[in-house]
Each structure stands twice: as structure tokens, then as C-alpha cells.
């Protein structure tokens, strides 16, 4: 086990000198990080073929899933992603000290709440080494420690990748190498989730299990999300075609992953039409239908959806299927079942899509649109470190700016508090000021 009181207490010094440098210096940083995974490609390829090596073995022996061995694999080109996503990182705005609200309190008295990092961050992710390149650069972007367990299964490519990473920063001339800091032991999560003290956020990235462990063993603020039960709803108002394409779209475009869609609703009124033609397209994909009551008697063969299908994510080829009455009973459906992920409707009804994107409680929610479309990059945040259901300060997919949180500056002139209380109290002013872009 690692020494985590040392590793915390690196990191949260290194989070200190980060968090005031700027933009230049951070973005310099960057590069060096970009450079360095170019110069030592062939050391992490031959780390990662011993991990990939050892993981086949798991794979026949039944001990690993072969998915996992496949996030696992990097090659040439990967590298070169990983590469292309540390300039990308470093060519995204500044996310620090941007003014969100200035205040003349009174002459001479000018409050700014300004953007800063939030301090370190840990994140906690299963077997893709290139999350912790991905992770690493959106922390050192946004003036974040970062302390990174991956899975084991990439111990090795993971300890190359973090050593490339820490001596370019050690070469930098200004981010410290402390900034990247690497949890190699399984046992180490748990002394980890205790560190109220050091650690400012965690985020877990891996599936619904180790998600939901993380947050109820932890006091620390978790961003992530523990499962991706989505919807489409398609109205009576809906377009059929485009119903069924999206439908398609959002279930089989990638289907092991948290932003495609579980459960299709119905309006009754389109059941009847649409459904016969949304199963043989699906069918065409090997999707297999588990349908409702009423689904059935329109779809014969679907199989008899149970209770605990609305509340599954299956990331398989499986879609639940229910008809409801209307609108309101969709969204009482969402509600109820759904994760605060992503929800969408398929509708030609403006009124009936205003309702819809106003009432139901999802991090992304979409009119006429694909579920798959929830990603950071595909929104324009550039890259990301998760998708948030939870509501605290970043939710949906989260890049930079769910990075950073804000602090007040206050500037006086010896202004003091008993001036504005008592008899003959002077007035605040309040008088709202240019926002004017970064002030820290």
C-alpha cells in the first residue's frame, strides 16, 4: 500500500503553488506533458503490451471481460489521440478568473466573485489508460492537483504514462510534478475516500456498482453518475420517420455506453402505427423488445416487461417498451424511473416539447434528438471527465468549467461594517459593474 497521507499531502502543496500561476505558464506545462507522451510512445507501448499480455490470459481463463481487454489495448494511434487531446486541452480558454458577478458596494468598495480551482481532485477509473491522460490535463488546464488510481489491469501503462507526465512537469519550470499524483493498490480507494481534508472532489468513472460504492462510502463531493437509465418519449405529434431513426440512433449507435436510451415510451394514439415499424428497425440491429401490456398487443412476440426493466441499464441489445396515455404520463415515467441522466421527446408539438424539457428532471434533455448526443466533446466543451446526475455545482457532461468553483474578492479602502449599521448608517450602493472577463 502507498503512503496516501504523503501522496495527499504532495498533492494539496502542489494544488497551492498551481492554483495562482497563469494561463501561459499552465498552458506551457501542457505542451511539455504533449511532447513527452510523443518521446516515450515506445516505453508506454511496451508497458501496455505486458499489461495486454497478462489481461488475454485473464480473458480465457474467465477472470476478465473481453471489453475491458479491449479498453485496455493502446497502439500508435491512440497515442497520437492522446497527444492531439493534451494540445486540444491547452488551446481550450482559460477557465480561471473569469468575473460571473461584480458589485460597487460603495465608493471604493468593489466585490468580484471570481473562478478558481477547486484544489485536488481524485479520480478513480477502470482499465482505459487514456483517462489519465485525459484527467490530468483537464486538472493542470484548470489549476487542479490530480490524484489518479486506474484499474489494475493497467497498472503498468498507467505507472508509464504518469512517470512520462511527472518528469515533463518536473521539466517544466513552473507546474510542480506533484500536481500528477498516481494510487497504484485496490486498497489504497479506501484510505483515498476518507481524506475529507486533502481531496476537494472525486470522480469515479466505471460502471454502476463502482460508482454507487464510491459514493456511499465517501464524505468527499462525488461527480459522476451510478447508472444512464434514458428515455425517448415519442408523441402523438412525433414525426414517424424521424421517430424511428432516433430511436435506432440512440440505442444501437454505441450501445455499452451510459447515454443510450433503456426504456422507449409511446403516446397510445402512435402506438399502433409506429411501433410495428420501430421494431423491425430495431430488429434489424438484434435488439430484443420487452414490452408493456399494451406494447405486446401490437408487438405479439416483444417479451413481457417487468417492473425491474424500468429501472434497468442494460447496455445490451435490450429496449424496454411502454405505451402511456399522454405527455403527463411520460413525464411522471421519467421521473420516477429514470436516472437524471438523458431523456429526450420526438415531437412536432412546440407546447408539448416546452413541457417536457421544463419539467423533467435530467442533467440533458433533448427535442428531436439523439440521446448519444450528451457527450462533452459533441457539446463543445472540449474534452471531459464524466457526466454529473447529482446536483452540485457541474452537472451533464463535465469539462473545464466543472473543474473550477468561484471565491469573492472584496477590495476596500478601510472601509468597516459598523459605517452601515446604527443610526446614521451610510447606504450600500449595490451598483452593478462591468463583468470585464478575468479579474483574479
Sequence with gaps: MADIDAICGA???????????GADERNRALEAMAVAIESDADAILAANAADTEAAEKEVAAGEMSQPILERLVLTEAKIADMVRGVRAVAALPDPLGRVSYAVLMDEGLRLRRVACPLGVIAAIFESRPDALVQIASLCVKSGNAA??????EALGTNRALADTLRRALA????????????VEAREDIHALLSREDSID???PRGGNEFVSYIKEHSHIPVLGHAAGICHIYVD???GLDMAVNLTVDSKTQYVAVCNAVETLLVHRDAAREFLPRAAEALRAKGVEL???ERTREIIADAVPASEADWETEYLDLILSVRVVDDLDEAIRHINRHGSRHTEAIVTADESAAESFLARVDAASVMWNASTRFADGYRFGLGAEVGIATDKIHARGPVGLEGLVIY????TGEGHTVSEYEGEGARPFLHRPLPLGGHGA
Aim: net charge positive.
Design 11 to 21: 498533492a494539496r502543496e502542489a494544488a497551492l503553488l498551481l492554483a495562482p500561476m
Design 147 to 152: 490524484v489518479l488510481k486506474g484499474g489494475r
Design 171 to 182: 521539466g517544466s519550470g513552473g507546474v510542480p510534478a506533484d500536481a500528477v499524483q498516481l
Design 201 to 203: 472532489l472525486i470522480i
Design 236 to 238: 402523438k405529434a412525433a
Design 290 to 292: 420487452r414490452g408493456c
Design 407 to 410: 471565491k469573492y474578492l472584496l
